[in-house]
Nanobody, 115 residues
């Protein structure tokens, strides 16, 4: 089982990024997937989850209206479109599949929002 996040980087406030999470070693369409982020010294924060078909999504208040989760099960890939980015969105972003104790995580991708 493997999850590989990509698409992070440095962006100015107000900018956009699209993160990807490539899944392998399991059947993606069977699972609801979560997106999380973590700032050094703080607990990992859940920011979004997307249902197996992609038809239902939920978002934390901090990102609601700015972030959009989607998925392409045929490509075994999930996406997180992030718009109107703020400095407080700076974090390492992870996707998680509920397989195994605590779920399984990718290595994360760094997002830095700074002018």
């Amino acid at each position: 089982l493997q999850l590989v996040e990509s698409g992070g980087g440095l962006v100015q406030p107000g900018g956009s990024l699209r993160l990807s999470c490539a899944a392998s070693g399991f059947t993606l369409e069977y699972y609801t997937i979560g997106w999380f982020r973590q700032v050094p010294g703080k607990e990992r924060e859940g920011i979004s989850c997307i249902s197996r078909s992609g038809g239902m999504t939920n978002y934390a208040d901090a990102v609601k209206g700015r972030f959009t989760a989607s998925r392409d099960n045929a490509k075994n890939t999930l996406y997180l479109q992030m718009n109107s980015l703020k400095p407080e969105d700076t974090a390492v972003y992870y996707c998680n599949v509920p397989i195994g104790v605590g779920g399984s995580w990718g290595q994360g991708t760094q997002v830095t929002v700074s002018s």
